[in-house]
């Protein structure tokens, strides 16, 4: 009977918002004893995990009466949930981790207590330490655009999506980019950052993150960064990891398989959302993004986290990577399958030009690969007899690749 009501959970949320997670989440906690859900600040966590178990009890860690009581008295405070309940932003108490792993271990029962945190360095650090083995995680990330617009044949104009974003609140209650970002950033600073770190210059901290943003689809340069910010190189190093671990940059890291070449091994940058990225860099306007430098970066930045999210909402493992040589040959994405290795190659431009499949025909050469994708914004799609195929970048996002 348990199965009829997870379905009956999973179509009643799916009336309300479709957010392609949400089957993942409601199967993990079918099966492990406590679920934690992670993500950027505003990604919908909360919003997903009420509405999926709307029985259970919420309570906030960021309310500072509910944890004040959490840390003076674990045991008490848990003791009152003992039949489950929602624990938002967790890792502001790290000391019911201990008390937790307790509690789960005198009920069998699954799906017991749903926990949701933004840092995820925090959260996995007392999840590893406590509830090995008790928790299963998924990330979280701002929406996808199948969540947003995957009813729809046609994509969406990809210039104003880029500078918009996918950030909920934007869309609901539709609180516009250029007021939204500002007051995100300066919220994420004030509290985040400081959360992870005792940061003293907040100012200099604000300017690492645009200087970041200009760089976005770099490769990681640490010394470079570090001159143009005015700190040492260990300090960009930490607030890297700080950007990482609270989910607003990823790092593509290089594919591990030389054929017999020597590659560039340092990551590449590219932020969660791109409407972050315009508003670090002054842009405002689908018109103004036409005209940018970063046109092409910010493109291939929507590309990259939309096929994150792909794999985070299914709960699956990131198997994304990139390949780069000394002599300059490269493939933006390597998906690799295990048993096979699919390029993508990632193209702003409308119109298909003999030079998009310069890279892939060479890499494909190189390593043995029978397939590869040109991705990009116009609407041609076709096939080559090299087994490159031409593909719009939304019906891309669709498939499973």
Known sequence: MESDSIFYRFCLYSLMINRLAAPKIIQLA???KSVAVTGPRQSGKTTLVRDLFPGKTYLSLENPDTRRFALEDPRGFLGKYEQGAIFDEVQRAPELFSFLQEMLDESPKTGRFILTGSNNFLLQQNISQTLAGRVA????????????????REAPDE????????????????????????NYLRTYIDRDVRQIKNITDLIVFERFMRLLAGRTGQELNLTSLAVDTGVDTKTVQSWIGILESSFIIHLLRPHFKNFNKTLI????????????????????TAEQLSLHPLRGNLFECLVVTELLKKRTNA???????????????EVDIVIDN??????????AGKTVNSQFFKSLSYWNKLSGAQKGYIVYAGSQEEDRSSGISVINWFEMVKRDI
């Open 137 to 152: 995680t998924l990330n979280l990330l701002p929406f996808s655009t199948e969540d947003l617009f995957g009813s729809q």
């Open 159 to 182: 210039n104003e999506l880029i500078v918009k974003g996918l950030y909920p609140p934007i869309y609901d209650p539709g609180i516009p980019p250029q007021d939204w970002f500002p």
């Open 265 to 284: 091994k340092r990551p590449k940058i590219y932020f969660y959302d791109t409407g972050l990225v315009c508003s670090l860099l002054g842009i405002n």
């Open 315 to 329: 709960g699956k493992q990131v198997n994304l990577y990139y390949w780069r040589d000394r002599t300059g040959n």
């Open 338 to 347: 295990g048993l096979s290795l699919v390029p993508l190659e990632i193209k």
């Open 30 to 32: 079918s099966h492990f």
